[in-house]
């Protein structure tokens, strides 16, 4: 049995208007549903905010719209949050970065270089 609905009507900026109802369309939800997701949504996360013991930091950017539609498709395709995604993408951007580095030879020191090439410690010569 569904829940009891009831309408909630606000008055709220025409900017913000115009913005709500370009993701509600690109979402494929009605206005309904989508504001349901989203009022859910802010609750979830207020609640999760105040159970969390870390602090956290927010990463937001803007895209063109073809690559974010292109970009939800996948996650919907790949049953993925977008905050895995991108924690995950950040993740392995580090490893990747760590690894290289590991990798690499450590700068040599021509006054050591010199040291064994000679057979000879500079600082006992002194």
Not at 2 to 31: F, M
Not at 79 to 99: G, P, S, V, Y
Not at 102 to 126: H, N
């Amino acid at each position: 049995m569904a829940e009891e609905k009831r309408n909630l009507c606000a008055q709220i900026p025409i900017s913000l208007h115009s913005r709500v109802r370009q993701e509600q369309e690109a979402s494929g939800q009605t206005l309904s549903e989508y504001m349901t997701q989203l009022i859910t949504e802010f609750y979830r996360i207020r609640e999760e905010g105040k159970n969390m013991n870390t602090e956290t930091r927010t990463v937001a950017f803007q895209v063109p719209p073809e690559l974010f539609e292109a970009f939800k498709a996948y996650l919907q395709r790949n049953n993925l949050k977008q905050k895995e995604f991108f924690l995950a993408c950040i993740q392995r951007a580090l490893a990747d970065e760590a690894a290289a580095e590991a990798a690499e030879p450590e700068p040599r020191d021509p006054e050591q270089d010199a040291e064994q090439r000679s057979g000879q410690d500079p600082i006992a010569e002194e």
